[in-house]
T-cell receptor, first 115, second 116 residues
């Protein structure tokens, strides 16, 4: 089955700096890679996702890159703000009608943005 | 529109007891998923319903766990009897039906289960 590794487990950055979180996956058939942000007391919330036919996607201050050959993908947050402090999870999925889109998650990265 | 809701938010039980967790998905969402995060590790898939049918239950750890989704609306996850290693946060997620399958899964706030 799929295995997703996520690094680092914790990340402390100064407000305004960039934060980068990296994930690797094992199943070359995975074709959907979402990133979730979890704030205290809440469930994970999708912040950005990328499909395997795209190499990069950007949404304001966040961007995700995907390298299918190397089987890794990364989340980039620029101009970090205190409200970016949270736990971030990467995930991978082999989306198909049969597979049902179950997500395999990485271990999470606790991001702390220091003002 | 209300999001995914879960009840209870916290549950503390003793080993050997029974606990039932409930999930109400977003109205109209055919897909309902259960996940859990144990001991601060990764979030792991448990099972997936499409309406009232179990599409994939490959993540269910053992036969002490029973999930149901009668009528294709809310779902329950029963743990009987609970063991210490069942402690963790149980998440429910839902998504609308899609032929392509690339649909965002909306997560509930989770139920924190502590087994003493």
């Amino acid at each position: 089955g799929e295995n997703v590794e996520q690094h680092p487990s914790t990340l402390s950055v100064q407000e305004g700096d960039s934060a980068v979180i990296k994930c690797t996956y094992s199943d070359s058939a995975s074709n959907y890679f979402p990133w979730y942000k979890q704030e205290l007391g809440k469930g994970p919330q999708l912040i950005i996702d990328i499909r395997s036919n795209v190499g990069e996607k950007k949404d304001q201050r966040i961007a995700v890159t995907l390298n299918k050959t190397a089987k890794h993908f990364s989340l980039h947050i620029t101009e970090t703000q205190p409200e970016d402090s949270a736990v971030y999870f990467c995930a991978a999925s082999r989306v198909s009608k049969a597979a049902g889109n179950k997500l395999t998650f990485g271990g999470g990265t606790r991001v702390l943005v220091k003002p | 529109e209300a999001g995914v809701t879960q009840f209870p938010s916290h549950s503390v039980i003793e080993k050997g007891q029974t606990v039932t967790l409930r999930c109400d998905p977003i109205s109209g969402h055919d897909n309902l998923y259960w996940y859990r995060r144990v001991m601060g590790k990764e979030i792991k898939f448990l099972l997936h319903f499409v309406k009232e049918s179990k599409q994939d239950e490959s993540g269910m750890p053992n036969n002490r766990f029973l999930a149901e989704r009668t009528g294709g609306t809310y779902s329950t996850l029963k743990v009987q009897p609970a063991e210490l290693e069942d402690s963790g946060v149980y998440f429910c997620a839902s998504s609308p039906r899609s032929l392509a399958g690339y649909n965002e899964q909306f997560f509930g706030p989770g139920t924190r289960l502590t087994v003493l």
